[in-house]
């Protein structure tokens, strides 16, 4: 993504990233463009988008791991190795079976799309190979859940939208699996089934979405939420992001972000366009 145009509930137009260079730059992840807006309403209306040609061969791969610290492993060495995946999804037996209601679910699943020229393929598929060691079994005839019929691909997304998503944690692949047990753990502790989608960047960094199902009080969002974020506090490395994050954030560095915010408010931005006065 190269751009993306939004407007504020108060008319206010703002972008994100400069479409006029669309063919400069490396562009912009849309996921990660938006979510430091999710503490404030917008509504997106445009978005630019630089496309690439479709690769000559493309193959999707799946391993799944009845193990986390396993799992863990095996991406946090997929992130050094030579290959390089297109993309590398994650879920978890309750996610996985959201995806694909039709295939037994393991307790982690991992998808990985490559491409490249037909003869280039094989070579790749032997790097994840040995980049994934550990996993319980592979198929390269899994279907993508991503590349579907319309109906099909709105039918999953229907489904996906009525769990509970209280936010991303953004962790060290290597910690990813111990991570996805505490979240469940702690859904199970609040008679909140949890699952997980994550998706691993080259970074060495997953993002990862827990959800639950969906409480009917708003006082249980809230503590689902929190609880969340007391998992992810306590990760090296991984950080928590949510429209209610800050109402749980201690960092110091944060409070006196949020400090700041609130004096500017008081005096300059009397519409509250920034993002809503909350004390954390």
Known sequence: MNALRTIS?????????FEEVANNGTAYDLLHAILPLAAEFFVPVGIALRLEAKPAARKTLTYTFDDGAKLSGALDKLTRSSASPDWVHVTDAVAARTLR???????????????????????????????????????????????????????????????????????????????????????????????????????????????????????????????????????PGAAFTSRLAHLWEEEANFMRRMAFLRSLKTTIDTAHVAQPLVAP
């Open 101 to 235: 209601p039709s295939i037994a679910a393991e307790a982690f699943t991992v998808q990985i799309s490559v491409s490249g020229t037909g003869s280039g393929l094989p070579a790749k598929e032997k790097a994840l190979d040995i980049a994934m060691a550990g996993f319980k079994a592979k198929s390269p005839d899994v279907p993508n859940p991503f590349d579907v019929p319309a109906d099909a691909y709105r039918k999953t997304a229907e489904t996906v939208a009525r769990s509970l998503f209280v936010g991303e944690v953004r962790l060290p692949a290597k910690a990813l699996g111990d991570v996805l047990a505490k979240v469940r753990a702690f859904g199970d502790q609040s008679t909140a089934k949890a699952g997980a989608y994550a998706s691993l960047r080259a970074t060495g960094i997953v993002s990862a979405f827990p959800f639950f199902a969906a409480p009917k009080d708003r006082s249980k969002v809230y503590d689902l939420s929190k609880g969340v974020r007391a998992i992810a506090s306590k990760v």
């Open 9 to 17: 509930p108060f008319g206010h137009r703002a972008r994100v990233g």
